[in-house]
């Protein structure tokens, strides 16, 4: 998915969505100056309101105020 996509779909601006992925509140990788958010990573992120989910995980809130 892209940024611009993960931003219409959140209501939020680009540099919010880039902001969420270098903090790893939002599940992507890296690729040189670009990021890669499969769809299905995505979806399960908004299904599970961000929560990380899965054994030995607990399930605590992933949003960091600066």
């Known amino acids: 998915m892209s940024v611009d996509e993960?931003?219409?779909?959140?209501?939020?601006g680009r540099?919010?969505?880039?902001?969420?992925?270098?903090q790893g509140i939002l599940p992507g990788i890296r690729l040189g100056r670009r990021w890669i958010v499969t769809r299905h990573a995505y979806e399960e992120?908004?299904?599970t309101c961000g929560?990380?989910?899965?054994?030995?995980?607990?399930?605590?809130?992933?949003?960091?105020?600066?």
């Open 45 to 47: 992120w908004e299904r």
């Open 6 to 12: 993960i931003a219409r779909r959140l209501d939020i």
């Open 51 to 66: 929560m990380r989910t899965g054994p030995g995980l607990q399930n605590e809130p992933e949003v960091r105020v600066h």
């Open 15 to 22: 540099l919010a969505v880039y902001a969420m992925l270098e």
